[in-house]
């Protein structure tokens, strides 16, 4: 069957056989099959990441998505942004979630620390973590400066938001954000997912349910690649002090 042909299915359907197919590819260490939907509290088969594969699971969902009208606004759509006071403020929350040492500075380090935290929120176990630090080496790359500065993070990102070929290959960037999210591998981003990722940037997790049930738009439980999708363009391409997804990365920061 083919993506766009389960794209058309109720999606409470789409998804559990998405799910199956998904969990189905061809894995060389782990061979485990994850139910799709459940709730693997802390409790993670983490799927192995082939590089020579690519993102299988995540392209595969996209290359279907993308022969469908898309149900929100295209990145090319949004205007050029203008580094309102308010932008700079979600840009510089970003950077301090990512530095994760409070250093003022992002480097390789926090990456790792990152992986860390993750694997203690979700208890993963030695290889587990070693499988996902590798899959999240392979995602960062080797290119590259050693460390950015808040003030270089905040200008490189207007600049870079602005560039009409990267909003092209946007969902291509959230593909991959998503898939180190997605850490069951099974296509969507469950409530322990989502609180790991807020833990591995120190955003105290009670702020994980309030965007969680933000992000998941049609209450059911799961937040779908369509939906952050949604939620990341909302975030990174307005300027408005008022939309519903500023809190993307948690609480705004104070400047």
């Known amino acids: 069957m083919s993506c766009t042909a389960i794209l058309k299915m109720p999606r409470l359907v789409e998804r559990r056989l998405l799910g199956v197919a998904m969990m189905l590819q061809p894995n060389r260490n782990l061979r485990t ?89 979700m208890n993963l176990d030695d290889d587990k973590t070693k499988t996902m630090l590798n899959q ?29 070929k990267f909003r092209e290959f946007w969902f291509d960037t959230l593909s991959s954000r998503f ?16 609180a790991a990722m807020f833990y591995s940037y120190k955003i105290p997790t009670e702020h994980s349910k309030k965007v969680f049930d933000m992000l998941d738009i049609d209450n059911d439980g799961f937040i779908s690649v369509e939906e952050f999708a949604h939620a990341s363009s909302e975030f990174w391409f307005t300027e408005n002090p008022d939309n519903k997804f500023n809190e993307f990365f948690g609480p705004l920061v104070d400047i």
């Open 33 to 121: 099959l994850i139910p799709t939907g459940q709730n693997l509290s802390k409790n993670i088969q983490l799927p192995l990441y082939d590089k020579h594969r690519e993102m299988t699971p995540v392209t595969q969902f996209k290359q279907g998505l993308v022969k469908e009208p898309w149900r929100f606004r295209k990145p090319i759509e949004y205007p050029q942004l203008t580094g309102s006071d308010h932008w700079k403020r979600k840009m510089r929350t970003v950077f301090r979630a990512l530095d994760v040492n409070g250093d003022g500075c992002i480097t390789q380090g926090d990456m790792e620390e990152m992986n860390r935290r993750t694997a203690e929120y």
């Open 136 to 164: 999240r080496r392979t995602y960062w790359g080797d290119k590259g400066p050693d460390k950015i500065f808040e003030d270089e993070f905040v200008e490189s990102h207007l600049l870079k938001m602005n560039e009409i």
């Open 179 to 194: 898939q180190m999210m997605d850490l069951n591998g099974d296509g969507l981003i469950s409530t322990d997912e989502h």
